[in-house]
């Protein structure tokens, strides 16, 4: 029986698309710290969470290399669509809000994430447990933590187990075709990590005194990564005040120095264009405003997006790709009137 972290050749077949078209999706997309990825053991990527498939998107596309994720177990129930997302190598984990007895069915998940980092497969699970469309980070699950002490338990005597933190960093949450940048940061060692504190302690540390140690590194890190702000009650102030100077690596992106009137101007004489790529690609847009009118949280918005345009910009590739592209970036720039006007 096949498992999910072996070669798939249909999988392969549309990888290299799904990764290229993501990519097209951002006006200025960047990935940063790809030296920081070990190449001597076992990877479990963890990014933050703040969209919906598309961070997971982000993690896929970093290297060449096949992994595997997680999502929530709820969404498995299915039968059809639990075989789709296991092709799409996801596997489901309970969660702590689905009631302590449904987390301990999570024995299996877990053994399966071993046998995958095993295999040298890299893993990645999003350790906040749910998304917040926020330069912030929710306190991290325990999950992460006992899938890399199980798996250095097993192997960690014949390669490291990493935890490696990842920040993503949307320059719109609900909209495609902004910025993305992609952080890696310095990995954690975790077979390192593990007997450095057991080397420091008076006495033999227990299992959850590891993780609490580990939770609070990772913390730390991933933190590093992000555009962070501490604290909700001044949160509109502090991010204003991040995005107005952005630390490295978020002010890699050059800014156009063009005047703004000009930009209008600009738009103003393409207003013919705008209306024959308006026209050409209406059928798309109409029929994703309408999905868009459907979808309750708006940190869906650009994960359904992506996936509509996916499917429907290579049926019509020649035809309206081209046209997609200019109405994207003309919605763009009125977005960023209307904010500059706020």
């Given at each position: ?22 990519r ?26 703040t ?6 998107l ?8 096949r ?30 809000r ?12 877990l ?17 906040e ?18 899938i ?8 960690g005597?014949q ?13 719109d ?11 890696i ?74 005047p703004?009137?000009?930009?209008l ?6 207003s013919?264009?705008?209306?024959i790529?308006?026209?050409?690609t ?6 994703w ?16 997006q ?10 019509l ?5 081209p ?13 960023k ?6």
């Amino acid at each position: 029986m096949a498992r999910i972290q072996d070669k798939d050749k249909v999988y392969e077949f549309f990888r290299p698309f799904v990764d290229w078209m993501f990519r097209q999706s951002y006006r200025r997309f960047q990935y940063v710290g790809r030296e920081n990825i070990p190449t001597d053991g076992a990877i479990i990527f963890a990014p933050n969470h703040t969209n919906a498939l598309c961070d997971a998107l982000c993690i896929l596309g970093i290297d060449g290399r096949r992994k595997v994720f997680v999502a929530r177990a709820d969404i498995f129930k299915n039968p059809k669509r639990a075989k789709l997302l296991n092709f799409f190598k996801i596997m489901p984990i309970n969660r702590v809000r689905d009631g302590l007895d449904e987390v301990r069915k999570n024995d299996e998940t877990l053994d399966k994430a071993v046998e995958v980092l095993n295999d040298d497969v890299p893993f990645c699970i999003l350790p906040e447990g749910t998304h917040r469309p926020k330069h912030s980070l929710l306190p991290l699950s325990k999950g992460i933590f006992r899938i890399a002490l199980r798996a250095n338990e097993k192997f960690g005597d014949q390669k490291p187990v990493y935890i490696v933190p990842v920040g993503l960093e949307y320059g719109d949450y609900f909209h495609l075709w902004d910025s993305l940048t992609v952080n890696i940061g310095k990995p954690i060692n975790v077979t390192q990590f593990v007997e450095d504190i057991q080397a420091k302690a008076t006495e033999e540390l227990t299992q959850p005194q590891i993780i609490n140690a580990l939770r609070d590194e990772l913390t730390l890190r991933m933190r590093e990564q992000i555009m962070w702000v501490p604290d909700d009650e001044h949160y509109e102030e502090n991010i204003q005040k991040l995005q107005e100077n952005p630390p490295a690596p978020f002010d890699k992106f050059k800014k156009h120095r063009i005047p703004r009137w000009v930009l209008l101007i600009g738009l103003i004489l393409l207003s013919p264009i705008f209306v024959i790529c308006a026209a050409v690609t209406l059928p798309i847009w109409l029929i994703w405003f309408i999905i868009r009118g459907k979808i309750k949280d708006p940190a869906f918005h650009n994960s359904v997006q992506y996936l509509w345009q996916l499917i429907c910009i290579p049926l019509l590739f020649f035809i309206q790709a081209p046209f997609w592209m200019f109405f994207q970036e003309y919605l763009y720039q009125v977005r960023k009137f209307r904010r500059a006007k706020e």
